[in-house]
């Protein structure tokens, strides 16, 4: 079982790399963004899966053990084979996963390619309790304690405005990523910055 690897990225397509680890040509399909991300002639580590199938040995990568975890997971899923779940994993991160498992929402996985009705149900409904739902603070900055509460507070002024508590938490956690760290500290100003960007969809959001 090839679990990592660690080489020289020495061709980069759509959604794989070829990796060289000691002088071999690893052929590793990855996730979408990972394969934007990757150049060519650069060190790159990856957490592997390795497919063995009768006719073919498939190799598949990714930046994170979370990512990996999560592919594992969607692999247990009745329907759903390892290029449908580098396929959610092109679409969607792990903390946008969680979310929907937890919110029993299938909307995020029938948006993906590939994915029927019926098998971004199971998902939903296999996946549940097997992964951790994110916390509010999932779009902090590391160290920043202070973000949390005030993430909180902004999410609970959003709930109050009639966003539904799932729409406020999302927009709330992107702001934050997307704030200064003054802007992040501050409930005024981080209320501001999430109205601003949820302003457009507010007739879509509420009650969503």
């Known amino acids: 079982m090839i679990s990592s690897l660690r080489g020289t990225t020495v061709h980069v397509d759509s959604d794989s790399l070829v990796v060289e680890v ?103 409904v296999q996946l549940a309790g097997k992964i951790e739902p994110p916390r509010v603070s999932t779009g902090a900055r590391p160290g920043g304690a202070g973000h949390s509460t005030v993430s909180v507070q902004v999410v609970q002024a959003l709930v109050g405005l009639g966003w539904s508590e799932r729409v406020a938490t999302e927009a709330v956690a992107l702001s934050v990523e997307k704030a200064s760290d003054t802007d992040a500290s501050s409930v005024p100003a981080l209320l501001r910055v999430t109205l601003a960007a949820l302003g457009p969809a507010r007739k879509e959001s509420v009650g969503g």
């Open 22 to 124: 000691g002088g071999v040509g690893l052929s590793v399909a990855v996730p979408v963004q990972l394969a934007r991300s990757a150049r060519t002639g650069e060190p790159i580590a990856l957490h592997t899966s390795l497919i063995v199938r009768e006719d073919a040995l498939s190799l598949f990568g990714f930046e994170t053990r979370e990512e990996l975890a999560v592919f594992s997971l969607l692999l247990g899923v009745t329907g759903v084979g390892p290029k449908s779940a580098l396929g959610v994993l092109s679409s969607l991160t792990v903390p946008q996963i969680a979310q929907a498992v937890s919110d029993d929402d299938d909307a995020p996985f029938r948006r993906v390619s590939g994915i029927g009705p019926k098998t971004a149900k199971l998902i939903v």
